[in-house]
T-cell receptor, first 111, second 115 residues
Framework: GENVEQHPSTLSVQEGDSAVIKCTYS??????FPWYKQELGKRPQLIID?????GEKKDQRIAVTLNKTAKHFSLHITETQPEDSAVYFC??????????FGTGTSLTVIP | EAGVAQSPRYKIIEKRQSVAFWCNPI?????LYWYQQILGQGPKLLIQ????????DSQLPKDRFSAERLKGVDSTLKIQPAKLEDSAVYLC?????????????FGPGTRLTVT
């Protein structure tokens, strides 16, 4: 089955700086890569996603890049704000909609 | 549009007891998932349904866990008997279907504590 690895496990940045979280996957059949934000005690919320036919996608301060050849994808948050503090999960999915999650990155934005 | 509903939100039981969780997916969503999220880890898929059929239950501990989705809408997940290591948040999620990779939406989860 698919194996998704995520780094780093914790990340602290100063407010206004950028944050980058990286994930790798093993199954070349994976074709959909969502990112979820999970605040303490709350459900994971989809924040951005990318499909395998696209190399980059941006939504305001959040962007995701995908390198299919290397089987890795990254989340980029620019101009970080304290409300960006949360745990972020990457995931990979294939046709059949089976989702495999990374282990999470705890992001702390220091005011 | 209403989101994925789950109940109860919290449950505390003693080991060897039984417990059941309920999930109501977003209307029209054919695919329903149950995940186990242990503190500090990512969600782990337990079982995936497409309508009332099981797509994947390879990671479901079948000696103690069971799940059903009899009418292809609501679903229940049962643990019998519970162990200490079952303490986790149980998340239900749904998506439109499996013929295309659709977005997945999560419910609020049920936090289970086994003492």
């Amino acid at each position: 089955g698919e194996n998704v690895e995520q780094h780093p496990s914790t990340l602290s940045v100063q407010e206004g700086d950028s944050a980058v979280i990286k994930c790798t996957y093993s199954d070349s059949a994976s074709n959909y890569f969502p990112w979820y934000k999970q605040e303490l005690g709350k459900r994971p919320q989809l924040i951005i996603d990318i499909r395998s036919n696209v190399g980059e996608k941006k939504d305001q301060r959040i962007a995701v890049t995908l390198n299919k050849t290397a089987k890795h994808f990254s989340l980029h948050i620019t101009e970080t704000q304290p409300e960006d503090s949360a745990v972020y999960f990457c995931a990979a999915s294939n046709t059949g909609n089976q989702f495999y999650f990374g282990t999470g990155t705890s992001l702390t934005v220091i005011p | 549009e209403a989101g994925v509903a789950q109940s109860p939100r919290y449950k505390i039981i003693e080991k060897r007891q039984s417990v059941a969780f309920w999930c109501n997916p977003i209307s029209g969503h054919a695919t329903l998932y149950w995940y186990q999220q242990i503190l500090g880890q990512g969600p782990k898929l337990l079982i995936q349904f497409q309508n009332n059929g099981v797509v994947d239950d390879s990671q479901l501990p079948k000696d103690r866990f069971s799940a059903e989705r009899l009418k292809g809408v609501d679903s229940t997940l049962k643990i019998q008997p519970a162990k200490l290591e079952d303490s986790a948040v149980y998340l239900c999620a749904s998506s439109l279907g499996i013929d295309f990779t659709y977005e997945q939406y999560f419910g609020p989860g049920t936090r289970l504590t086994v003492t």
